[in-house]
């Protein structure tokens, strides 16, 4: 489905949040030129859709490409968003469709995105990738994002060596002043998407420290829909196989659901992972907390998430809240020569000799990842597809 602007541009998201988001905008205001042209370059993109979707299932590169680009569809949605809310803040108790002004930081969001954009687009035809129909292409983001506690290789991440111990330090140190001997806290691990949080996360959640710290270890992707009886029933199951025992819970009952974890969590140090939460009320995250509140005290909530909507809803519970930065350059050209020179990297970690010559063009690429390392080990995957200066 086709949206059509009211300057008479096509604006084609179909089936995304985005859609809705332009949807919105429509209704207040004209919808600005800059905003336009960001997702006419998008439908460029998104025209190849349909056939990266297919191609994700046999190809960890197209995998990661489309992952990307997904990233950048989440952002201009929360952009729109928030344009479309402050555009009807200020027509309220006036007559007008005038376009209201994109402010700075808007525009930087939106250079940040070309960026991006600009780095994906020319890789369509490396990738094989074929056109569709815009109608036949629809980014897929109301399926729910599925994480594991299972890190395939700690010695791929590179440059969180200081953000790991400092996580650890605060999942393992227990505050001795309070007599309260239930309870937990919660420490929230926040930045922008593809930053490496759930990466950080496993890799804590790996460490022998941790695991030697906890009686119970449970670990739940949240995604995009904060369904506390879901949410419930899921860190159940995770408690049960945390004490070694294979079973489903089968409890529908809301009451006995929140009955049956509380019994799992009760009088035990427990760590609980909550990976990339989007929002949620303060009252279904107080749904969701009460049975954990018969942990011992010393238990531990880790939080994932890209904004930080949700810190004032649990600030009673929240410890210092780290944000994740992006990696210096240095760490970022590591991340991405390690895909792009995959066996033809030298012991002492120096490309060899037969590509030196691309460390130069390598470097001026990797000052436009904004230090993402998703983002890094994305293009590095991309250019070990073809190791030359003309790719």
């Known amino acids: 489905m086709a949206l059509q602007g009211k300057n008479g541009g096509v604006l084609s998201f179909s089936g995304t949040g985005l859609e809705q988001a332009i949807e919105k905008l429509k209704h207040v205001c004209r919808i600005p030129k800059e905003i336009q042209r960001l997702v006419n370059t998008m439908n460029r993109i998104i025209a ?28 201009a949605e929360d952009l729109i968003d928030e344009f479309a809310t402050d555009a ?18 808007m525009m930087d969001q939106i250079h940040e995105m070309y960026d991006t954009l600009d780095l994906l687009e020319p890789q369509i035809p490396t990738l094989g990738l074929q056109l569709s129909t815009v109608e036949d292409s629809c980014l897929e983001l109301s399926e729910r994002r599925q994480t594991s506690s299972l ?115 009760e009088g035990k140090t427990f760590l609980l992972v909550l990976d990339d939460v989007w929002e949620a009320e303060h009252s279904e995250w107080e749904a969701l907390f009460k049975p954990l509140r018969s942990g011992m005290k010393g238990s531990k909530v880790l939080v994932t998430a890209r904004n930080w909507a949700f810190v004032n809803k649990v600030r009673g519970r929240m410890e210092a809240p780290m944000p994740l930065e992006g990696l210096s350059d240095t760490d970022i050209w590591d991340v991405c020569k390690k ?53």
């Open 48 to 75: 190849v859709l349909k056939d990266a979707e297919k191609k994700q299932i046999s190809s960890e590169t197209v995998k990661l490409w489309l992952w990307e680009l997904k990233q950048v569809v989440l952002d």
């Open 151 to 265: 890190l395939l290789d700690e010695t791929s991440v590179i440059g969180r060596d200081r953000e790991r111990e400092h996580i650890i330090e605060m999942l393992t140190r227990f505050d001795e002043s309070s007599g309260n001997i239930k309870g937990f806290s919660i420490v929230p691990i926040v930045g922008l998407g593809g930053m490496g949080k759930t990466t950080l996360a496993q890799l804590v959640y790996n460490d022998e420290k941790v695991k030697n710290h906890f009686e119970l270890m449970m670990w739940v992707c949240v995604s995009n829909n904060f369904d506390p009886r879901r949410l419930t029933k899921d860190i159940t199951e995770a408690a049960l196989v945390s004490k070694g025992v294979n079973e489903q819970c089968q409890v529908n009952n809301w009451d006995s659901m929140q009955r049956r974890l509380l019994h799992e969590v």
């Open 339 to 391: 895909y792009a020179f995959r066996g033809n990297i030298d012991s002492d970690g120096t490309t060899s000799t037969e590509y030196s010559h691309l460390q130069v063009l390598g470097s001026s690429i990797v000052q436009k990842l904004k230090g993402s390392p998703l983002a890094a080990r994305t293009i590095g995957f991309l250019l070990n597809l073809e190791l030359s200066e003309q790719h």
């Open 88 to 105: 009807a803040v200020q027509s309220m108790g006036a007559h007008t469709h005038n376009i209201p002004t994109v402010t700075r930081h």
